[in-house]
């Protein structure tokens, strides 16, 4: 079974800087797809940003420029380090990890970004 832990959220105003840690455990981690979804309170869950072993990293077009998601398959952890925050970034920031069968997400980490 695939386990999710995510960190790292917190509070903080906007223009600042926050890095959420997901770490994995019951997988091999550099054979699935990484990513961050997010979720504001009345609004569907979106995709912010995903990432392959050993492949380009691809990002929603709001946070381009701002975020930057990386991976280390030796300690099975995927990063999300986000700067330039702003008060619609957020949200609950959620990990995900993706096989050939299915997506699983992790418990989730708050964002909030005041103005």
């Known amino acids: 079974q695939v386990q999710l832990v995510e960190s790292g959220g917190g509070f903080v105003q906007a223009g600042g800087s926050l890095r959420l840690s997901c770490a994995a455990s019951?997988?091999?981690?550099?054979?699935?797809?990484m990513g961050w979804y997010r979720q504001a309170p009345g609004k569907q869950r979106e995709f912010v940003a995903g990432i392959r072993s050993g492949g380009r990293p691809n990002y929603a077009n709001s946070v381009k420029g701002r975020f930057t998601i990386s991976r280390d398959d030796a300690k099975n952890t995927v990063y999300l380090q986000m700067n330039s925050l702003k008060p619609e970034d957020t949200a609950v920031y959620y990990c995900?990890?993706?096989?050939?069968?299915?997506?699983?997400w992790g418990q989730g980490t708050q964002v909030t970004v005041s103005s």
């Open positions: 995900s990890a993706s096989d050939d069968y299915r997506t699983y």
């Open positions: 019951g997988t091999t981690f550099s054979s699935v797809a």
